[in-house]
C-alpha cells in the first residue's frame, strides 16, 4: 500500500520559516519524482516546487528564492523548506510523487501565516 504522510505544518507568523516532510511507503522512492502542492481555501490546487528523480528542481515563480526542495533516498522523504513566509504562503501543502502513469498524494498539512 502506497503512503505519503505529509508532516511539519503550522502557525508561522510573517518572515517566518517551516520545513514540512513527506515520508513515502510502498513505493520504490528513488525513481519517482516528488512535489510539493498547496491549496488555499476557496482556490484550485497550485504547483509550489517539484524535484526529479536525479534531483533537478523547479519552482513556482511565487516562491523562488524562498522555498527550497529537496529529497533524501535513503530515507524516503522529501522535504520543503520555506521561508521569509508570507500571509498569502497560507494553504494546505500537498506531497506528490509520480512514476510514469503512477502518480500518488499525501494527505496534507496545514501552513499557517498569520501574526
Known amino acids: 500500500q502506497v503512503q505519503l504522510m505529509e508532516s511539519g505544518g503550522g502557525l508561522v507568523q510573517p518572515g517566518g520559516s517551516l520545513k514540512l516532510s513527506c515520508v513515502a511507503s510502498?513505493?520504490?522512492?528513488?525513481?519517482?519524482?516528488l512535489a510539493w502542492y498547496r491549496q488555499a481555501p476557496g482556490k484550485q490546487r497550485e504547483f509550489v516546487a517539484t524535484?526529479?528523480?536525479?534531483?533537478?528542481?523547479n519552482y513556482a515563480d511565487s516562491v523562488k528564492g524562498r522555498f527550497t526542495i529537496s529529497r533524501d533516498n535513503a530515507k524516503n522523504t522529501a522535504y520543503l523548506q520555506m521561508s521569509s513566509l508570507k500571509p498569502e504562503d497560507t494553504a494546505a501543502y500537498y506531497c506528490?510523487?509520480?512514476?510514469?502513469?503512477?502518480?500518488?498524494w499525501g494527505q496534507g498539512t496545514q501552513v499557517t501565516i498569520s501574526s
Open positions: 524535484i526529479s528523480s536525479g534531483g533537478s528542481t
Open positions: 506528490n510523487a509520480v512514476n510514469g502513469a503512477r502518480d500518488y
Open positions: 510502498g513505493i520504490i522512492f528513488r525513481f519517482y519524482a
